[in-house]
Structures are given as C-alpha cells and as structure tokens.
C-alpha cells in the first residue's frame, strides 16, 4: 500500500467541537519547534500563564494547560482533590456530569448525584437540599455548558450554595471559556478546567485549567498520593510553577503551544465581554433563523447556550441522512445527540471562530435545502 | 502588556528531545482542521495505525497514538495492565526506569526494582535471578533506550527471560522508536509505547503505543476498573478500535494526528532499516569525531546509543556555560544530564530529522570553539 500525505477537505465546523481553526493559530502551529526547557520558551509559558489568567477571568497562581485533551483536565481536577472515601456533590444533567461521576468513582470517591433532565440547566434547589442533607460533602463539581445537550447553568448561584456548605467548587467550562461569561475570582470558583478546540478557535489537544489556593492547599496537604503521575500537579508545578527555573516534569507539547497562545492573543485582542458577546449575539440570531424554516430550540430561551444550540429535529425527518447530506454536498458538519439525546436533536455549534453571521445564513440555507428534497 | 505572536529562535536541536521536525511535519501540522467523527479523518486514523504498526514492527490490532506526550504511555501500559497489589519487576537504570517504578506504586502494584548504575545497560542475568526469586511476578517493565544516559538494554534477551517466567513485557521505547532496531512481534513485546518528539521528527505531544492480544485480553479481564478514565484502553478502543463506527471518546488532537501520519510516511518512504542504520552510522561518526576534540561518551560501546550519546564533560569545563554560550552564540541546543548525572554529562542526541552529518561538524566544531575560549 502506498500513503500520501494527508489533504483534508475545507469544512465548516459547526458541530460540538472542533470549530474552525482561526488561519493565524494554524499558521502559529507550524513554527518551528524549539526545546522545552529554551529560555525564550519559558517566556511563552509566561504569556500563556497571564492569557489564560484573562480568559479566565482569575489571579490563580497555578493556571496553565493540561498536556491533553478536555476530558484530561476533568481527571486532572478531579484526581488532585479527591482523596479516597471522600464525598463528593456532583451534578450530572448531560454527558459530562456523568463522565464526572465515573471519574470520581474512579478515584476512589463517592459520588453524591444531584440529577437533572438532559437539555434543562442544574436545578439550584436540588444542590442546596443535596448539600444540606450530607455536611461530609465538601467537594462540589459541575457542568457550565453541557456540550451533551447545549443547557447552561447558573455558575455564580451553583458556587454560592456550595461556598455556603464549605466546599470546594469544581467547574466544566469546557464549551463556556470564551462563549458565555465566566468570572473564576468573582464567582469563588476553585478547580476549573476547559478546552481548546470550543470558543477558543483552536485545534484540539489541550486542556487550560486554574485553581484556587484553597484548591491548591488541599492538593498539597493530601494524605494519600495523586494516583496519576501525568496528572499530578505537585510535579506539574516543577515544570509550570513560575520562575526562572523549570524542571523537566514531561515534555510539554511545543507547537500546540505556540498555537494556544495565539489563539489567547486573538480573544484578548478582541477583549473577552465582546467575545461572550459575539457569541450571545450569533446564537440569538440563530435561534430566530431557523424558527423561520420549523425547527426550534431544544433547550428552552433562559437556559439555553449560545455557541451550542440543541436543535429537535423535526418528525419524519432522517437524522442521519440529514448530516450526511450536509457534510457530503455543503462540506458542513453539524453534531448529532449524545445518549438520551441520540436521534431527538442536532447540536449546532457556533463557536469561536465559527461564531459568525455568514457561517448561520449558509447553515441555514443548506438545511431548508436538505430537508425540503 | 501587549502580546505579541511567538516567533520563535531557529535552533539545532541536539538535545535529547525534541529534535528537529521535518518541514512536512511541520506544514501538515497547519492543515485545515476537520471533525474527530468526520469519515475522512477516520480514514487518516487507519492509515496512522497501520504506519505505526509498521514502524513498531508488529500486527498488533491494538495500536495507536495516546493524545497526550510519551509519559503518558508509560501510564497508559502500566495503568491498565496493573491491577492493585500486583508484583510487577521493573528494571532502573536511569530516570525512566524511576518514573514507571513511581507509576507502578500509583497504580497499587508492588514494584521489585532490578537496579542497575545509571549509563548502564539492565544487566540480563539479574532480571533473571529476580523472577526466578519472585514467582509471582507477572509483569516485567524496561527501558529500550533510556533517554537519561544514553545506554541501550538487550530488549530481546530482557523480553525471552520474562517470556520464561510467563510475564507481560512493557518496554519503554521512546527513543528507542525509529532510531534503533526494534521488533516488537518478533522480541514478544506485549505493551509498549514512543514519544514523538524524537526519532520519529515530529513535535512532541502524542505517544504511540501497541499491545499484544495478551496484553489485550489481560485487561478486558481485570477485575478491578481502570483507575484512570482518559487512559482506559477499553473505551480508548471506541474510537481507535478499528471499524467504520467510531464513538466518542475523548476530541482527538487533530492537527498533531495530522504531523504524526506525515512523520510515519517519511520513516516508511525511508524504510525503517535504513533509519535506523542511518542513526547507528551518524552516531558513530559523531563519537569518533567528539575524540578528536577530546571528549569521550561515557557509556561503553555496546551498550551505547546511537540516537542520544552521554559525553562526559571534561574537568574543570563549566557545564551550565558551555550549554548556554552554545545556546546563544550557536543557537544549538543540547542536553544536560540529569539525576546523578547532572554536571557530569551532556546529552547529545541525534535523532530522526536532526540526525545528518551537518549538525555533526556543526556541532563538534561549535563544542571545540566554545571550550576553547
């Protein structure tokens, strides 16, 4: 068999992730790769670190990326603060809530479930009488902007309840950072992680994170070891921790690198409230377009996120043949439902630099075109 | 502050990682991004996973790059193939070996260290004297090549040994891959994993690995869960189990999957022989060239690297000086020593694109003109 260097066809990316590439963070991606320990280097751990700070809206000390993708920088919150036998709240109404759980289980910690239907946001309520009702509890973790299902939840009021019980606040931003307001210092946040490959226009790889000092505290008074040694941040901080000197924890992905930092300089070029902006506009717009060719939202108005609208399909309507149709004559990809949601809805991502009024006219046009055949 | 795109230095790289990346990897790398579910991608996910069986020498089904860099395949194999309160004898020589000895303990197994002097290859006969010893013993773990000192152990001895005591073999061959010779079906290597970053010329941030079928059925048999969720082979093979249904595990990193198949097609249009005669006879030249100047490897011949030569720093030379006035003056690196072997040391290496006979003259003659002054 012979191979050839791989030519990718041009998409439009408007599924759950990952969104278009802006050309700069792409052209960023193909410098050349210079060692991990390079003092000119460290400098752009430096910037990377004061970037992410921004995006996050935080001080945290310990803010860098995760060498990996999304869901590693769930396990690594979750691994670092967990201690086995330990309680902990977690809110689970969508994928990532339940991804959340096993993880816990995973790290030895049992999972105290405060459920909720797929598509609504987490029910304030039900946090408040879960954590009234088991005072072990001093962990909370939850799902900004479930990617399963398009639902946003109330961060601020969800910490709050939390704080009120003493706990440390664990956050999914991973579909929020850079899409919808985010305040990690103002909202009392204490282990929050995202990705790259959503709001940030960037490929996929990498896991920003941030943590409190309280979080950090914790992480340093363990009792037992960090299960992972990848995952640990006692020995990330070796490499990430700030200074002139860096030791060699393991060798942190370069040219990734290179393009996270251009995609953070594009989001602080833009200024982050005009990027959650952006982002609520397009998906208003969104919205309203596609009520004129029948198909509506499935998560209702006050829930519902921007850069990712659950979209019913319509009965007598081909699910699968719908998105293959898109991407086979449009080149557009759009996402379909995740488990309960399998077949009952598309997810339509307007993200980053996906987030546009031309990307929803074409969407638009080519879904009234494929439907109506 | 205002931030700035990164444009980086051009260096040599003759560290011990990364190297050089070829311009192909480089421009692959910059390819318009498409979806991790998208039918073209996964026809690039089969075209990786035949290249790197290729490159691994083996038939293996379970073969694929981990999203994350190579420590994490040392995780990876150890996590899923461990369950707690295992004996798992893992032979030390140097940094690497440590780390999956300190891995194995996370994981709850009972490590039985086979130590052997750092710039040592793992002495065979005592890897047979401790299984013979410790009978309960069913995994036995080295190092290929081990980055830290430049020696090569006899992964065919160390792997027929273990194959005499019923145990799984993990072997570390993150630089080995690519750049020495290496055959995993042949040699009965059950679990083994790479890095990017150095034979194979490719940035750093993914690690191949490939199990066997025993290997495989170890870990569907576990009674215990993987502890970790992103390293769990059994949903990792969702998606890169092969077939035309892929389901989501975790978003793929994209555009390194990109630089990674075009990095296997340069090592296939090579031929994997010729690679690695190509590192076994820039090494030698290199060697007798540093005699020239006065500088010796400090690994004996044998059990020495080609790929990444240990040279031992003269009396009364200012390491950290000569490293850094290389830096600046030549914009070259190489790499220091670490553990016990820091100061006494440099680490050159010679790996896949930065692996020719200019960075060779290039680098003795700016080593003679630096210690000169």
């Given amino acids: 068999m012979e191979y050839k260097s791989f030519l990718p ?15 700069r963070v792409l052209e960023a991606q193909s410098r050349l790769t210079i060692g991990h320990l390079d003092p000119k280097f460290v400098e752009l751990m430096d910037e990377i670190k004061a970037l992410l700070q921004y995006a996050f809206q935080t001080d945290n000390e310990v803010t860098f990326p995760v060498s990996a993708p999304g869901s590693t920088g769930m396990e690594t919150c979750l691994v ?39 598509g609504t946001a987490v029910t304030t309520s039900k946090v408040e009488q879960t954590l009234a009702q088991n005072p072990e509890v001093k962990i909370l973790a939850f799902v900004h902007a479930e990617t399963s299902t398009g639902a946003r939840s109330d961060a601020k009021i969800i910490s709050e309840i939390g704080k009120k019980y003493n706990c440390l606040i664990v956050a999914d931003t991973v579909t929020s950072l850079g899409g919808s307001e985010l305040k990690v210092d103002e909202w009392n946040l204490d282990a929050v992680y995202s990705g790259t490959q959503k709001c940030l226009s960037c490929p ?29 941040v006692n020995l990330v901080l070796g490499y990430w921790g700030g200074g002139a000197k860096r030791s060699y924890h393991h060798t942190a992905p370069i040219n990734s690198l290179y393009g996270l930092h251009e995609a953070l300089i594009l989001i602080k070029e833009e200024g982050i409230e005009n990027s959650w902006n952006r982002h609520r506009l397009n998906g208003d717009l969104f919205c309203k377009a596609a009520e004129t060719i029948g198909l509506n939202p499935y998560v209702k108005e006050e829930e ?24 086979s004559d449009y080149s557009l990809e759009i996402g379909a439902g995740l488990g309960s949601l399998a077949g009952k809805v598309w997810r339509i991502g307007l993200m980053g630099y996906s987030s546009n009024k031309s990307n929803i006219e074409f969407c638009i046009s080519a879904l009234r075109n494929v439907m109506s055949r």
């Avoid at 990316?13 to 969104?19: D, R, T, V």
Wanted: hydrophobic share 40%; with cysteine; proline share 9%.
């Fill in 204 to 232: 996929p790889g990498l896991s920003p994170v941030t943590f409190s000092k309280a979080a950090i505290d914790k992480i340093k008074n363990r009792k037992t070891p960090v299960q992972s040694w990848f995952m640990d």
């Fill in 80 to 118: 670092n603060l967990i201690e086995p036998g330990e309680q902990v709240a977690v809110c689970v109404n969508g994928v990532f809530g339940g991804r959340m759980k096993s993880i816990i289980e995973r790290c030895g910690g049992i999972p105290i479930v405060i459920e909720d239907e797929w």
């Fill in 304 to 327: 519902r996120l921007s850069q990712l609208i659950a979209i019913s399909i319509p009965e007598g309507v081909d699910d699968a043949e719908v998105r293959s149709k898109l991407l």
């Fill in 9 to 23: 066809p041009k998409r439009v990316l408007m599924g759950p992730g990952p969104s278009n590439i802006h050309p």
